[in-house]
């Protein structure tokens, strides 16, 4: 009865154990804003990195890329675990938007309907149907009910290239063109490309004009596949008709996307007849560079790239010229496409351990430090207690439960605050980007544009847990001499 | 004022009994090189019931007895017999049981604990016995009996102060109420008035005697204070390590 008493006692009466409950609170909070921040970036940059190429990646280098990619994907459904494929193209190219804005780009041809049983290519898309009939809505009630029925076909066709709105509106953007523009393909731009943004917040503005850019596109075909025997640059004209958010900024700020059959024929990549020596008509197969894999939930990618790498394998056997020069086609797991970039994650993830092992060692020091302090203070008290009948042990549990009193509360005080904290972050960070004018999170360095604000369970009990178990271990050796001390001697110490 | 409080857990000896016993009580202290022998042969048998004065000068020694006495300290040979039990063969725990239940001490300094006020400090020894369950299930009767006895010492108006807010008469009035509060069979006073002036040390005194006549508690207290020594019903003199009965 008398441990828990005197435990409440110098938990409310002396000050000096007050330090010891902040130092426990502030790294607490501390480590889980921090485990909370970098792992919540860590997580969202593998979920977020699987989220744009499906599970699995057939590809080969070369720029041409391969051919019998629709056999391969009939072949690929052999596999039990196979639930969606679509084949992509990427390629490098140069975007002009509306004369205004000019940058180098990654381009990517979707097959849209396809690509979005594969990837999260879909989601990441602004005009998502309920945004689509809203704003038919809105142009309904404003009578402009050719607009309104675009919108509401763009909504029924999710996820398309279709334009925003009805054809004249863009034939209007271009009056001097001797061609009918509406029918110019529909691109998707990242949201960080080329989306005008509010100078004093720094958010993306979507104005309904912005969907009536036209975007001309320079790519260059492939060399081998040209009839002239030349390559030379080719202008894709189009329309921005969304933009894609899969919040990681250089994807999303660098690259195009635009319908895979576009693209392929552009690229000279599509099916093409041709005649050999004899004069017999051929036909040259059509190619893509990439074909993306999704298998069912639950499947582990690992177990399964053995049977697609032999599909593969057989396929280029049979058709020697799939591939076109010494390139073949790989088989590769989405965390072994992003492995450079995910070694170095995890690389950040061990120095956050390392950091977490020292500031524990220095809570535990410093709780040892300050707990040292209250034993020697207290000697009298520990031979006054000894001499109405406290045994060693309890004396010893009087300071254990002291330690591990101040653990649970400064660690619960240090939840509370690294909760406040993580869950407010990202206005904690807009105030202060604006108030003191300090900008910790670039976007262009941590690839997201939000800091992550969610809390991991497990990492909450762990971290918590080795916060109460560190003040209990501060307070081992203090203990330890408290109990050890023959009372006369205390009670003489001055 | 009443006395209840006073009366003795257990009714007194019919036959005045040993109730502690010492024979050839050594102890020494380290002193750099040499060692100082304060406790050469100490005999000594107090009966139950008995106020035993140790006088003698300061640093003879007697504070030292008085703490071997009570189980709060290791000597260096001969015999503590507490109850027929000799305590030297008693476990840690076994002692400290022994200083919690049978044994009371009331010291020069008070030493009381300064968080606690003085309802708490009284009810340390029985917070000490009990577990937590035990103490809450009886925590009115425990309650009870430290104010009865704060209120024997004319202490039931500060109950809720703590020892700081106190005079030294009223703190040393306070340790005799912890002493008291598990109903010891001995008490022991080292130097009790050494840190009071005159008139309050009289009052001190005067409960402890009262302790004696009226609730027959065996007492033994140690003071280089002859005047004090004297209300004792024996006085004995520690000089050179050795006790002998104080020449009258």
């Not at chain 1, 938007?97 to 990837?119: E, L, P, T």
């Not at chain 1, 596109?217 to 009839?227: D, F, G, H, K, M």
């Not at chain 1, 030349?230 to 933009?243: A, F, Y």
């Not at chain 2, 009052?203 to 302790?211: D, F, H, K, N, T």
């Amino acid at each position: 009865m008398y441990k828990l008493h005197l435990i409440l006692k110098y938990l409310r009466k002396r000050r000096i154990a007050w330090v010891s409950l902040i130092a426990v609170m502030l790294c607490t909070a501390m480590v889980l804003i921090v485990i909370s921040v970098m792992g919540g970036w860590l997580r969202m940059f593998r979920q977020t990195n699987h989220g744009l190429i499906g599970d699995l990646i057939l590809s080969c280098r070369s720029m041409d890329g391969f051919s019998h990619y629709e056999e391969l994907i009939g072949d690929l459904r052999q596999v039990p675990e196979f639930e969606a494929a679509a084949p992509l193209i990427r390629t490098g190219g140069v975007i002009n938007i509306r004369n205004a804005f000019h940058s180098i780009v990654q381009v990517v041809g979707y097959d849209i309907k396809d690509v979005a049983k594969v990837n999260n290519f879909a989601q990441s898309l602004y005009w998502q149907p309920d945004r689509l009939y809203a704003k038919a809505d809105e142009y309904q009630k404003q009578g402009a009910l050719e607009d309104a029925a675009a919108l509401r076909a763009k909504a029924k066709a999710f996820p398309s290239w279709d334009k925003l709105f009805a054809p004249d509106t863009y034939r209007d953007q271009l009056p001097a063109a001797k061609m009918d523009v509406s029918q110019w393909t529909g691109m998707i731009v990242g949201t960080n490309l080329a989306l005008p943004r509010n100078p004093a917040t720094g958010q993306v503005e979507r104005p309904d004009w912005v969907y009536q850019y036209w975007v001309h596109l320079t790519v260059v075909p492939s060399l081998e596949r040209a009839e002239s025997g030349l390559s030379g640059s080719t202008v894709i004209p189009g329309w921005m008709v969304d933009d894609s958010h899969t919040k990681v900024f250089i994807v999303d700020a660098n690259t195009v996307y635009l319908p895979f059959d576009v693209l392929q024929q552009r690229l000279n990549m599509d099916a093409r007849p041709y005649s050999d020596k004899e004069g017999h008509q051929l036909t040259i197969p059509a190619r893509c560079s990439e074909v993306e894999v999704k298998l069912k939930p639950g499947s582990d990618p690992y177990a399964a790239k053995p049977a697609i790498e032999q599909i593969v394998a057989k396929l280029q056997q049979k058709y020697p010229d799939m591939v076109s020069n010494e390139y073949p086609v790989t088989v590769e797991n989405w965390d072994q496409r992003q492995s450079d970039i995910l070694e170095a994650v995890e690389h950040e993830k061990m120095l956050l351990v390392i950091l977490f092992a020292i500031i524990s060692v220095v809570a535990i020091f410093l709780i040892f430090c300050i707990f040292f302090m209250i034993v020697v203070e207290k000697t009298r008290d520990i031979g006054i207690i000894k001499s109405v009948g406290a045994t060693s042990g309890g004396v010893a549990a009087i300071f254990l439960g002291y330690g591990l009193t101040i653990g649970v509360i400064g660690a619960g005080m240090g939840l509370l605050l690294g909760y406040l904290v993580v869950h407010n972050i990202n206005q904690l960070h807009a105030w202060m980007s604006q108030h003191l004018g300090v900008t910790v999170w670039n976007a262009k360095t941590y690839l997201f544009d939000t800091i992550p604000n969610t809390m991991e369970t497990r990492d909450v009990v762990v971290i918590v847990t080795v916060a109460i178990l560190s003040s209990v271990l501060g307070a081992v050796v203090p203990a330890l001499r408290a109990a050890r001390m023959n009372p006369v001697e205390a009670l003489r110490w001055e | 004022m009443s006395s209840t409080a006073f009366q003795p857990a257990r009714p007194p000896a019919l036959s005045a009994s040993v109730i502690l016993q010492a024979s050839g009580l050594r102890k020494s202290f380290r002193m750099g090189e040499s060692r100082l022998e304060v406790l050469e042969r100490v005999d000594l048998a107090v009966r139950t019931g008995e106020f035993v004065a140790i006088e003698g000068r300061s640093g003879s020694g007697k504070s030292t007895l008085l703490h071997i006495l009570g189980a709060l300290d290791e000597y260096d040979g001969g015999t503590v017999i507490f109850d027929g039990q000799d305590i030297s063969r008693l476990g840690s725990a076994q002692r400290s049981a022994l200083r919690n239940r049978q044994f009371g001490f009331v010291f020069q300094f008070y030493h009381l604990l300064p968080e606690l006020n003085v309802l708490e400090n009284t009810m340390l020894a029985a917070m000490i016995e009990r577990s937590w369950l035990n103490f809450h299930g009886h925590k009115a009767q425990i309650k009870a009996r430290a104010r009865e006895l704060l209120s024997e010492l004319g202490m039931d108006q500060r109950l809720r102060h703590r020892p700081a807010q106190l005079s030294g008469g009223e703190r040393q009035r306070v340790a005799i109420a912890r002493a008291l509060m598990n109903q010891p069979r001995v008490l022991f006073a080292d130097e009790p008035t050494g840190n009071l002036d005159f008139d309050t040390g009289r009052q001190i005194m005067a409960v402890l005697e009262r302790l004696h006549r009226q609730g027959n508690k065996t007492i033994i207290m140690v003071t280089h204070d002859r005047s004090l020594a004297s209300q004792a019903d024996r006085i004995l003199v520690l000089q050179n390590g050795v006790l002998r009965p104080a020449e009258t």
